[in-house]
């Protein structure tokens, strides 16, 4: 008989528990010591900041290139030879490394290796204390042990390593690069209009933007995420698929390519309490700081401008969440909304209030013309830059672009009268031969064929219900960290799971009704469980994600 295969997936790419992302909980333990061993700081070698202003002053008006806060120092400096170790009587230790770079507003890190044991914690903080990031676990251990830390306020950084008497010695870090931050884009200068925010005519995500969006407005604002690439930043939005899985799916220009994607860091929900909308007067600053590290390239094309990833570093049920629907129809809209960090600012939205036009045009520094929704002018609010990659949406609140570039820019409290570009979502969906320049395997894996898909919570309230009566079931068990392969065919099944790179990581033949495959020692990530049916060839491939440590 032919295989049928049928895939239901519980739970799958369930978003991560309170220690599966970066938890802002806990301190480091040299805080609790009053006796600890002296440590001289590294101290980092200036630039010429002037020259990197000057290039900035040309480069900001240019929404096809990333927007940059923060220029790269290379270092080589970790466990084996630099910083000191503290050890107690119970085996337990730590290391701390110090960090001086006269000057910076802020400083992140990449680590070129980061791979530490379960119970092992690194913390980053400042000289005074006043700004805490950690702890960061094993669930950010990646094949290519690679990390990109989220920013601490000011121009003296500590990092210290917790590394309990069980798993000693089996932690491996080291720093290649320190990013300076010489325009702050953290909480501390927002608000004080410093160099690199945005403009006055820019609206708050929480100011109005018409009855008719303002409620999908409130939930597609909880998808939208600022990204930090090493030393520059743009927009991107969590984005929905076909399963409705909250597989963490993360949409974005393909233009936004400093640094790998592996070491990318994300922030969630920064949103004003307190909007200022389309005024001089300042934003009140968000408190939250829901933040997470490491992504993978999933597919890009600069026919379109876009990039999908999948965010490797864990997603808080905590943060309320939203994943934006879309619309791979070339239908024109006749209105579009934007949410987006522009200049690296507190969340923003922008409408415009005419059908757009689809036109294909050049845009800065993308190598050809992209096919593009074009935003003729503004009539609210403004992108600028820092908000490239922030998604476009239709009346239904549907993804159908994300920003490439353009012209358009405040002029005061109002904008310029300049367009922006948009490269279209229905080009993105099924262009070029693989599934690496297009959409549509990603989002609609189980080809349903679906042209329009709705926001999460919105398919979440009318779900669709698996087909029964199928001979092959593969689902995968968030919660217990264990993918089940249930046979009820007359038939050997051979399976093979490989991991985000290619790598075999298991394999097997099932003969009987089940076979339960314990994922729990897998690094966190994505995996491929492909299954054959011996008898006659039939194959099918299935993604999961192993996103929580037990």
Same mark, same amino acid.
């Given at each position: 008989?032919?295989?049928?295969?049928?895939?239901?997936?519980?739970?799958?790419?369930?978003?991560?528990?309170?220690?599966?992302?970066?938890?802002?909980?806990?301190?480091?333990?040299?805080?609790?010591?009053?006796?600890?061993?002296?440590?001289?700081?590294?101290?980092?070698?200036?630039?010429?900041?002037?020259?990197?202003?000057?290039?900035?002053?040309?480069?900001?008006?240019?929404?096809?290139?990333?927007?940059?806060?923060?220029?790269?120092?290379?270092?080589?400096?970790?466990?084996?030879?630099?910083?000191?170790?503290?050890?107690?009587?119970?085996?337990?230790?730590?290391?701390?490394?110090?960090?001086?770079?006269?000057?910076?507003?802020?400083?992140?890190?990449?680590?070129?290796?980061?791979?530490?044991?379960?119970?092992?914690?690194?913390?980053?903080?400042?000289?005074?204390?006043?700004?805490?990031?950690?702890?960061?676990?094993?669930?950010?251990?990646?094949?290519?042990?690679?990390?990109?830390?989220?920013?601490?306020?000011?121009?003296?950084?500590?990092?210290?390593?917790?590394?309990?008497?069980?798993?000693?010695?089996?932690?491996?870090?080291?720093?290649?690069?320190?990013?300076?931050?010489?325009?702050?884009?953290?909480?501390?200068?927002?608000?004080?209009?410093?160099?690199?925010?945005?403009?006055?005519?820019?609206?708050?995500?929480?100011?109005?933007?018409?009855?008719?969006?303002?409620?999908?407005?409130?939930?597609?604002?909880?998808?939208?995420?600022?990204?930090?690439?090493?030393?520059?930043?743009?927009?991107?939005?969590?984005?929905?698929?076909?399963?409705?899985?909250?597989?963490?799916?993360?949409?974005?220009?393909?233009?936004?390519?400093?640094?790998?994607?592996?070491?990318?860091?994300?922030?969630?929900?920064?949103?004003?309490?307190?909007?200022?909308?389309?005024?001089?007067?300042?934003?009140?600053?968000?408190?939250?700081?829901?933040?997470?590290?490491?992504?993978?390239?999933?597919?890009?094309?600069?026919?379109?401008?876009?990039?999908?990833?999948?965010?490797?570093?864990?997603?808080?049920?905590?943060?309320?969440?939203?994943?934006?629907?879309?619309?791979?129809?070339?239908?024109?809209?006749?209105?579009?909304?934007?949410?987006?960090?522009?200049?690296?600012?507190?969340?923003?939205?922008?409408?415009?209030?005419?059908?757009?036009?689809?036109?294909?045009?050049?845009?800065?520094?993308?190598?050809?013309?992209?096919?593009?929704?074009?935003?003729?002018?503004?009539?609210?609010?403004? /992108?600028?830059?820092? !908000?490239?990659? $922030?998604? @476009?949406?239709?009346?239904?609140?549907? =993804?159908? %672009? &994300?920003?490439?570039?353009?012209?358009?820019?405040?002029?005061?409290?109002?904008?310029?009268?300049?367009?922006?570009?948009?490269?279209?979502?229905?080009?993105?969906?099924?262009?070029?031969?693989?599934?690496?320049?297009?959409?549509?395997?990603?989002?609609?894996?189980?080809?349903?064929?679906?042209?329009?898909?709705?926001?999460?919570?919105?398919?979440?309230?009318?779900?669709?219900?698996?087909?029964?009566?199928?001979?092959?079931?593969?689902?995968?068990?968030?919660?217990?960290?264990?993918? /089940?392969?249930?046979? !009820?065919?007359? $038939?050997? @099944?051979?399976?093979?799971?490989?991991? =985000?790179? %290619? &790598?075999?990581?298991?394999?097997?033949?099932?003969?009987?009704?089940?076979?339960?495959?314990?994922?729990?020692?897998?690094?966190?990530?994505?995996?491929?469980?492909?299954?054959?049916?011996?008898?006659?060839?039939?194959?099918?491939?299935?993604?999961?994600?192993?996103?929580?440590?037990?």
């Amino acid at each position: 008989m032919i295989l049928k295969f049928k895939l239901i997936v519980l739970g799958l790419l369930c978003v991560l528990g309170a220690s599966a992302q970066v938890s802002n909980e806990g301190v480091p333990v040299s805080w609790g010591l009053q006796k600890k061993k002296s440590i001289v700081p590294m101290l980092i070698k200036k630039v010429d900041l002037a020259k990197i202003k000057a290039e900035d002053a040309k480069n900001d008006i240019d929404k096809s290139m990333p927007w940059r806060f923060g220029y790269e120092v290379n270092v080589n400096f970790g466990l084996k030879n630099s910083g000191v170790w503290d050890e107690f009587p119970n085996g337990d230790r730590i290391w701390r490394i110090n960090f001086i770079s006269e000057g910076a507003k802020t400083m992140n890190f990449i680590f070129d290796t980061y791979k530490i044991p379960r119970g092992a914690t690194v913390y980053l903080y400042n000289n005074d204390r006043s700004d805490l990031l950690g702890a960061y676990t094993n669930i950010f251990n990646r094949p290519d042990e690679m990390l990109g830390t989220w920013l601490v306020q000011g121009d003296n950084v500590w990092i210290e390593y917790f590394e309990p008497a069980s798993v000693a010695g089996q932690g491996e870090l080291n720093i290649s690069k320190l990013i300076h931050g010489y325009r702050s884009i953290t909480d501390a200068e927002v608000n004080q209009k410093a160099l690199g925010s945005s403009g006055d005519c820019n609206q708050d995500v929480d100011c109005t933007v018409g009855a008719d969006f303002d409620p999908l407005k409130e939930k597609l604002k909880h998808s939208v995420a600022f990204i930090v690439m090493q030393g520059f930043v743009c927009t991107g939005t969590l984005i929905n698929n076909t399963s409705n899985d909250k597989a963490p799916y993360f949409l974005t220009a393909n233009h936004c390519n400093a640094g790998a994607e592996s070491t990318w860091a994300f922030r969630f929900n920064w949103i004003s309490p307190d909007p200022s909308c389309g005024t001089t007067a300042n934003s009140t600053d968000a408190t939250v700081n829901q933040t997470t590290s490491g992504a993978t390239l999933l597919a890009s094309n600069p026919e379109s401008d876009f990039k999908l990833l999948n965010l490797d570093g864990g997603l808080d049920d905590s943060w309320e969440l939203e994943w934006a629907g879309w619309d791979r129809t070339s239908t024109a809209p006749e209105y579009a909304v934007g949410i987006h960090h522009p200049n690296a600012d507190i969340m923003k939205v922008c409408r415009e209030n005419n059908k757009l036009k689809n036109i294909k045009t050049s845009i800065g520094g993308i190598p050809i013309p992209v096919d593009s929704w074009e935003i003729a002018d503004w009539d609210l609010g403004v /992108t600028e830059g820092g !908000s490239s990659g $922030s998604a @476009l949406f239709n009346p239904e609140g549907r =993804i159908v %672009g &994300q920003l490439s570039g353009g012209g358009a820019a405040c002029s005061g409290t109002t904008d310029n009268d300049l367009a922006d570009y948009y490269g279209r979502f229905n080009i993105s969906w099924n262009f070029g031969t693989t599934d690496a320049t297009r959409l549509s395997n990603w989002l609609d894996s189980a080809n349903t064929g679906r042209a329009t898909l709705n926001m999460l919570s919105q398919e979440k309230e009318n779900p669709t219900k698996p087909v029964d009566g199928e001979d092959v079931v593969v689902y995968f068990d968030a919660s217990k960290a264990v993918i /089940t392969i249930s046979n !009820s065919a007359v $038939s050997i @099944l051979d399976y093979i799971i490989y991991d =985000i790179s %290619g &790598q075999q990581v298991d394999s097997g033949r099932l003969s009987n009704e089940k076979e339960e495959i314990n994922m729990v020692n897998r690094s966190a990530g994505m995996y491929f469980v492909y299954v054959t049916n011996t008898s006659n060839g039939a194959s099918f491939t299935k993604k999961i994600i192993v996103s929580q440590r037990f």
